[in-house]
């Protein structure tokens, strides 16, 4: 792979991953600590964020716990500030922390719709302008949102369907706006991936998670579930130095062009 040679990486690159406690989150901080990253692993549980932190250092890993909740201009100001000083300025960010809310347009709740915006747009723009600071004044970064394959269309997820189709645009617009810095911009669309998140969706439903998870797999055409590791790999792709010249994009990472 060519690396991007007009914009270079610090030498340690210190990542923040929100939602980093469990699932995918964890399985993000995983890889870029693979990939030689200080990872600062945030989320609204500091037990399970030191749970990923501690597993990270135990695999040799530059690593630190940061509880916040995203959606919390002051909290997400005060998390980034504390990674800045405790590990080094941020350069790469993924916005992954969210929840699910879901119902039937005509029973969700405004508090519902609310806590789904809150949670997956207004804390990505939170922590992205936030970090952003740190990437403009290195001259190199990279940020890269979940969004999903609900955000072209999906029954019950009226509020996270629009606020993963809104993260689409909020990618698109970072990247034109930072790119000049040797800042990229992406988002990860995953499918169906096998968390607490889908667990606790079968669950509402009233089903079984294998039954759950077989009526999914049936229509992958790749012909099996995802897994977190599945979703790390490609955040990891955006996050690398190589990646330079590939921003604003959305990679789906469904087992197949649309599950
Ligand atoms: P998950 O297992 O529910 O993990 C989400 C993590 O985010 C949890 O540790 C959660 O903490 C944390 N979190 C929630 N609200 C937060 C807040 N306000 N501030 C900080 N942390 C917060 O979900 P996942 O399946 O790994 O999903 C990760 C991302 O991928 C999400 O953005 C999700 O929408 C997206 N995604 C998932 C799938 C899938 O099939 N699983 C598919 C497409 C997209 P608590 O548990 O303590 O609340």
Partial sequence: MTADTTYTPPEQVVAIVTGAGRGIGAAIAERLGADGLA???????????AETAT???????????????????????AVVDRVAAELGPPTVLVNNAGVLRDNLLFKMSAGDW???????????????????????EARWGRVVNLSSTSALGNRGQANYAAAKAGLQGFTKTVAHELGKFGVTCNAVAPGFIVTEMTR?????????????????VAGIPVNRAGQPEDVAEAVAYFCSPAAGFVSGQVLYVAGGPRT
Wanted: net charge negative; aromatic share 6%; proline share 0%.
């Fill in 114 to 136: 609310d806590t789904v915006m809150q949670v997956h747009l207004r804390g990505t723009f939170l922590m992205t302008r936030a970090t952003q600071r740190h990437m403009t």
């Fill in 200 to 216: 606790a969706t079968a669950e509402r439903v009233g089903q079984g998670f294998e039954e759950f998870s077989a009526a999914r």
């Fill in 39 to 49: 990872v600062a692993c945030v989320d609204i549980d500091e037990a399970t964020a």
């Fill in 55 to 77: 597993r990270l250092e135990g695999q040799g890993v530059r690593s630190a716990a940061y509880a916040a909740d995203v959606s919390d201009e002051d909290a997400v100001q």
